[in-house]
């Protein structure tokens, strides 16, 4: 506190004509200060005017400093003249601080030399530092507060023209499903190391590990299980999610679970992707036990789901020595099913491949059994899938797949894929059923490069702020405020239904992508002519197996703002005690 | 339930029965016999206000007994307590006749029905079945998936969710793993604290000595790896309680983390060896059985109120094998013909016909099914034609080709 006559009165009426404290942040805690100081002794001022004198001197011609600052940084550091005009040089010159350095430190010492003999410097000193890296520290924040409401501020882009223009790949993404024990894992592990996606040395470092556990055959899968419990048992559990690019897409790879207990895992990677990846063992044994098993139930829940495009991987062929006749049987009998299940032929393409060896993955077989083979390797195959159209103009739809924190700046981050529409840096989101806004603070893609936007068919990974971690859980979806429209949260209704098993007024699981609630069926209405939509039977009392039924369902609500946030057209999954009983397409809702 | 009188005509079914409630399934079972009108006394608190002239008033609270007619009824399940709202059918000399009063039930304060209607064979039973002390079975079930668990008591006749637990645990991806075992181990955490609280505090209120089992159902290894934490932390804590609770541990496979997704742990072979013979794990079984008939279409399974009356004229639920699955809520029905109508079709099968009736509680897992079905369902002896016959079209449904699938 600069220190003047009739202290009391004047110091208010000083502060509010001087135009030097414009900055608030100084301004605060000098009145902390002052009530400290209370009054101003004879000897004070005295000092006070000696080591103005002196701080003038010091500073030199070149610093314009008024008098009062002098005066309040001397007062700040008890009459050291050395630290304030170390303190006054940084403020006055904050852009030339820092080659400035080694010279202000040798006046500090020249400085300190001359310091009046009266301050007690021991302990004076250790009073005064600590509030000079406050200071600084409380102008970073400041600094920061400003950046980040700065980041906040939406660049007001016309995302669908900036990804036009942008000339940006394809953007593709597509689940990996099959039996479990089938490959799935391994196959991928091995399209990413031969793609040069992950190094050598990561690789190397896995498969040592294997080896000291003794199950080397799993150490490119275990790029894509990474965590201790699907390591040490060998299974996938959760969908892994990894990019790669080729000229032309960029690929999104999700990894699902084969096991028959992480079938809704298994789900919420579908719902995220364009087209599927069918691995199938190519020996006979496992082969059959896949057709019984979860080869069968993967493989309609992806067309339930309005997947139609497939590639078959029958993989494992160098175990059958690259037989021609056993890839056919295989094609044989999954086309059988295939044509069952109501997929399109021409949308699906065989190719032979071994994910342990390598061979057709990404290079083309190098066996000399194989030559009678000539089509095309696991890559070209999925090079030459379109991905689904997509919706940029409507209102933005994204199902949160994961909530975690992003990093020591990103608190909150969220990923899941871009159903629909586009969002940009500082877009405004609200999150259902929570209803909570929050604002869109960065944008990460799926390959971690930062981005100013992103559209429908992405996975990013979107930075969140203003809103409480626990209105965000995985299946909430995020999408665009109002005006645009809502999604409603329903708790009954009709759908058309696709029977797995039997179905009956039953309780089952409905699930969409990460999505789940507890529903009841409440009724049968009516039993469905397969591809003309006809009623052929009302109030059945049971539906079969493959029959299409119109079911009326109501979900268990858990207090208030229950539901699922379904819409017209939404396609949903029905499980019953760990099997799929059936796959809908919401009709209407109430 | 300790019967501590009756006088119940066995011809006529008039009479009383007077019950003392002693553990807390007892409140549903009183749940389950008190019907609307029936006559209910018991101790109860008042308050009287009484005129002391001049516009004055005191008032006082006054311990009396209390015979209501009972015009509804509402059980807490959470809080296991039972409230009797009626009108006053005694006079006293505090209470006028038909002023309105609610009794609550506790536990070890005895009360005394009395069916206006008289006794009908469901209410015997019921009575039968509550006083039956003997096979008390219980389990504490932890249903759970990845950052989610629910905590159940399962009793001889309630399946009462007492906790869930849900802690969001980031998934994998890259450079997350550490999150990931981080959010893993704070679920854990949270799931042994808040189960022990629920074990430990119902131990108290039991005050038995002896150990209900824990049975850990999950999909996947997610129960084997929460028992392996909980021996974990015993051995860390040094916790006496959680140490005794563990040989009793069973670990098994269900579906999924719901609740209903009990039904079908409670039918495997780890829950059976723990309560053999329990009543939930036969009501289960039964179940089942009926789904399988459903299921392969022998015409041997019927459910809905209307078809089960027309097969149980036909004589399709009798001897050798008919089997009436029926839940309680059906007898509970405010309406009293609504009820006297399932009661005489129990009474039809059981005393003409000579079938199998299991009524099921509505608050099973197996007793929910059935719920969905109607409340009725049954195992017939020999096939019934469907009602409706329209089959002919089954060959149109049977066509496919290059036409789309509409859905």
Known sequence: ?590 | MRLLRQQIDARTGAGTATLLPEEPEDMWHAYNLIQPTDHIRAKAVRRITREVGAGATSSQRVALDLTIAVTSTDFDLASNELHVAGRVASETEHVKMGSHHTLDLELNRKFTIEKVDGWDSVAVDMLREACNTSSRAEMWAVVMGEGIANICLITEHQTILRNRVEVSIPRKGKGHMEQHNKGLEKFHNTLVTTLLRDMESAKRDAQTEKTVPLLLASAGFYAQAFLQFMKEYAVRTGDKFLQGALPSVVVAHSAGEHVHNLAEVLASPAATSKVSDAKFTRETALMDTFMKHMRIEDGRAAYGPREIERAVESGAVGRGGGVLLISNTLFRSNNIAERKRWVALVDRIKDVEGGEVRVLSSLHESGKRLEALGGIAAILTYPLEEMDEDEEEEVANGVRGDEEMII
């Not at chain 1, 001087?18 to 805690?29: Q, R, T």
């Not at chain 1, 690929?251 to 992480?262: E, K």
């Open chain 1, 1 to 590: 506190m600069p220190p003047k006559s009739g202290f009391q009165r004047a110091k208010n009426i000083g502060y509010d004509d001087d135009d030097v404290y414009d900055d608030e942040d100084y301004f605060d805690e000098e009145e902390g200060g002052d009530v400290a100081a209370d009054e101003m002794s004879e000897e004070d001022k005295e000092q006070m005017a000696i080591g103005t004198a002196k701080v003038k001197e010091a500073l030199g011609s070149e610093y314009k400093v008024k008098e009062a600052d002098i005066q309040d940084a001397l007062w700040n550091y008890y009459y050291d003249v050395g630290k304030s005009v170390t303190y006054l040089k940084n403020k006055y010159t904050p852009k030339t601080q820092t080659p400035a350095k080694p010279k202000t430190a040798s006046r500090f010492d020249q400085a300190a030399g001359v310091a009046d003999a009266k301050a007690p410097t021991g302990t004076i000193k250790a009073k005064s530092k600590p509030k000079v890296v406050e200071k600084t520290d409380g102008d970073k924040l400041a600094e920061s507060v400003e950046k980040l409401t700065v980041k906040v501020k939406s660049k007001n882009l016309d995302v669908i023209e900036e990804y036009r223009k942008s000339g940006l790949k394809k953007v593709s993404s597509f689940v990996v499903i099959g039996h479990v024990d089938h490959g799935k894992s391994t196959l991928m592990g091995r399209l990413l190391y031969d793609l040069k996606v992950v190094d050598d040395r990561s690789v190397d470092k896995l498969r040592q590990e294997a080896e000291t556990v003794g199950k080397s055959s799993f150490a490119l899968a275990w790029l894509m299980d990474q965590t201790p419990e699907e390591r040490s048992r060998g299974v996938t559990v959760d969908i892994a999610t990894m990019p790669f690019e080729t000229e032309k897409t960029s690929f999104t790879i999700l990894d699902a679970p084969g096991h028959r207990d992480f079938i809704p895992n298994m789900i919420a990677g579908v719902s995220q992707a364009d087209f599927a990846v069918l691995v199938v063992d190519a020996q006979e044994n496992s082969f059959q036990s896949g057709l019984k098993g979860q080869t069968k139930e993967h493989a309609l829940i992806v067309r339930s789901m309005g997947i139609q495009r497939l590639i078959v991987a029958v993989n494992k062929m160098d175990t059958v020595s690259w037989s021609k006749e056993r890839l056919e049987k295989v094609r044989q009998a999954t086309t059988t099913f295939f044509e069952s299940a109501s997929f399109s032929l021409k949308n699906i393409t065989f190719v032979p491949c071994a994910g342990l060896t390598g061979d057709n993955v990404v290079q083309h077989v190098s066996a000399s059994a194989a030559d009678w083979y000539t089509g095309p390797t696991l890559l070209e195959a999925l090079d030459v899938s379109e991905p689904k159209k997509r919706d940029l103009e409507r209102p933005l739809r994204l199902t949160i797949n994961d909530v975690f924190r992003g990093s020591g700046q990103n608190p909150l981050s969220v990923s899941g894929q871009i159903e629909a529409g586009t969002c940009q840096v500082g877009d405004a989101i609200v999150a259902l059923p929570s209803r909570e806004t929050a604002v869109i603070k960065g944008i990460e893609l799926s390959d971690g490069s930062p981005a100013d936007w992103a559209v429908a068919g992405q996975i990013p990974t979107l930075h969140l702020v203003d809103i409480d971690p626990i209105h965000l859980r995985f299946g909430d979806m995020l999408i665009s405020p109002p005006p645009a429209p809502s999604v409603r949260l329903v708790k009954s209704f009709t759908c058309k239904m696709l029977a797995f098993e039997h179905v009956l007024p039953q309780y089952v699981d409905v699930f969409r992508g990460r999505q789940q609630a507890t529903g009841l069926i409440t009724g049968l209405s009516s039993i469905l002519n397969k591809n003309t939509g006809e009623i052929v039977k009302k109030k059945p009392r049971i539906v079969k197996p493959g029959e299409v039924a119109r079911i009326r369902i109501e979900l268990e609500v858990k207090g208030e703002g229950g539901g699922l946030p379904l819409e017209v057209g939404s396609r949903i999954v029905l499980r019953d005690g760990g099997k799929t009983v059936g796959a809908g397409l919401l009709e209407s809702y109430t």
